[in-house]
């Protein structure tokens, strides 16, 4: 970074001498955008690195401390630059122009990383992975054919001969075959050559996690929060980015990633802890560059240092308490949002409680079912037509239904279904043993 700075200088050095045209000014700039692009990854892969060591025990712990090292490092490597023209050298329209620069250049780097180079390093690996399968099965043929010639010998010396002749005839076919089937998979690869949906998508890369996608937009409101009043079109500039950022996610996940899993989650986690950090620095920094460019001078004259400072100070209170007002005044939350949650949970605990009554009545129409059936069955004529038992002969109560159904002793009956006056007369006459010596 400092190279590039000590270029700047001599390319602007050249053109105040009027030696090159103006435009020049911009290379080292992008030459400093491609810079933070390339080492962004290695930062990360550093991040990362020390969050392994650390061995966290649970993957929310894991990902929160991921998150913090990822934000300080690229903040470190993405406005460092910045800084250093705003508070060293102090140089408003120098840190105009290289805002403007690696805002717009970091935008087409990160759409291109993103988008058009996934989808051509997956098409030159679909064709590479097509042409193979036609070699493959070229080479098959060519097996199969050296197979069925060797068979054909009959002789072993003719067989050696054969061989070789065969050799250089196939080798000069697999030549001029290969360059036929070269030329035919350029006009008619799709129909001789083809993959299943579902192959393709398996050769896809996965979609890891969302941290580079959140980490985009981290610096992206950086970009905008914190020098605002140095280049205020870089809202413009955000909100142009977004737009095309909607379709270049959609057409990646659509065709270089494999389909991802959603996860449902309560909130963004400590991304939204950043970006509210992300807000409080924006003010510190937007006020700062509000007492180095003079405007508080131009706006009251002969004010000294010490009031101008005391000036910023107060200003900047005022402004941060202002944020946090409307922070805790606006809902995280919608009411209208708050009232459909309400509306799907009451209407959730009705149902269920439709759903319990309709079980129990369910369950008491079933056992007044087989109560009624019980007693039909009870009260049938066969059960009714059962004559008495002759002596001796029982039936055992568990077993009358099955002799009722299939019509089996009809003159038998349970023990406690003989009649009463039989058991009496047959213990009248039977006789006490007082009784019997008497006679």
């Given at each position: 970074m400092l190279s590039i700075f000590e270029l700047q200088e001599y390319v602007n050095k050249k053109i105040d001498e009027e030696q090159i045209p103006g435009w020049v000014s911009l290379v080292p700039k992008v030459l400093l955008g491609i810079c933070i692009n390339i080492t962004e990854d290695f930062y990360k892969k550093i991040a990362k690195w020390l969050n392994d060591m650390e061995n966290y025990r649970l993957q929310e712990t894991y990902e929160n401390h991921l998150i913090i090292k990822l934000v300080v490092?690229?903040?470190?490597?993405?406005?460092?630059?910045?800084?250093?023209?705003?508070?060293?050298?102090?140089?408003?329209?120098?840190?105009?122009?290289?805002?403007?620069?690696?805002?717009?250049?970091?935008?087409?780097?990160?759409?291109?990383?993103?988008?058009?180079?996934?989808?051509?390093?997956?098409?030159?690996?679909?064709?590479?992975?097509?042409?193979?399968?036609?070699?493959?099965?070229?080479?098959?043929?060519?097996?199969?054919?050296?197979?069925?010639?060797?068979?054909?010998?009959?002789?072993?010396?003719?067989?050696?001969?054969?061989?070789?002749?065969?050799?250089?005839?196939?080798?000069?076919?697999?030549?001029?075959?290969?360059?036929?089937?070269?030329?035919?998979?350029?006009?008619?690869?799709?129909?001789?050559?083809?993959?299943?949906?579902?192959e393709v998508e398996s050769c896809m890369k996965t979609y890891e996690d969302t941290f580079d996608d959140y980490l985009e937009m981290l610096i992206q409101f950086g970009y905008v929060i914190l020098f605002s009043s140095a280049f205020p079109l870089a809202g413009i500039c955000a909100l142009l980015n977004n737009l095309v950022e909607i379709r270049t996610d959609a057409f990646k996940l659509c065709t270089s990633l494999q389909r991802p899993f959603g996860q449902r989650v309560e909130n963004i986690g400590t991304w939204q802890d950043a970006m509210e950090l992300m807000g409080v620095i924006g003010v510190l920094v937007n006020f700062g560059l509000l007492g180095i460019s003079g405007q508080i001078e131009h706006a009251f004259p002969g004010v000294s240092t010490a009031n101008v400072i005391m000036i910023i100070v107060v200003l900047e209170h005022i402004t941060l308490a202002c944020k946090f007002a409307i922070a805790y005044a606006i809902p995280d939350i919608p009411h209208w949002v708050s009232l459909q949650m309400a509306k799907l949970e009451f209407n959730r605990r009705e149902a269920l409680k439709k759903l319990d009554q309709a079980v129990l009545a369910s369950a008491k129409e079933n056992k007044e079912k087989i109560t009624k059936t019980h007693e039909e069955h009870c009260s049938s004529p066969t059960m009714k037509e059962l004559k008495k038992p002759e002596p001796g002969k029982v039936w055992p109560t568990a077993m009358t239904e099955t002799a009722a159904n299939f019509k089996l002793y009809a003159g038998l009956r349970p023990v406690d279904e003989v009649d009463k006056d039989y058991l009496n007369e047959d213990f009248q006459n039977s006789k006490p043993l007082d009784e019997k010596k008497d006679d």
């Open positions: 490092v690229q903040f470190i490597n993405n406005f460092l630059s910045l800084f250093y023209v705003a508070f060293y050298l102090q140089d408003m329209a120098r840190l105009r122009a290289t805002l403007a620069t690696l805002f717009i250049t970091k935008q087409i780097i990160g759409n291109a990383k993103e988008a058009i180079l996934p989808y051509i390093m997956e098409k030159v690996k679909m064709y590479h992975m097509t042409y193979k399968m036609a070699e493959e099965n070229i080479n098959l043929d060519e097996d199969s054919e050296d197979n069925e010639n060797l068979n054909e010998g009959q002789d072993e010396i003719d067989q050696k001969n054969e061989q070789h002749e065969q050799k250089d005839e196939h080798s000069e076919l697999f030549n001029a075959r290969k360059k036929s089937t070269f030329h035919s998979l350029k006009k008619n690869e799709s129909e001789m050559f083809t993959l299943t949906q579902a």
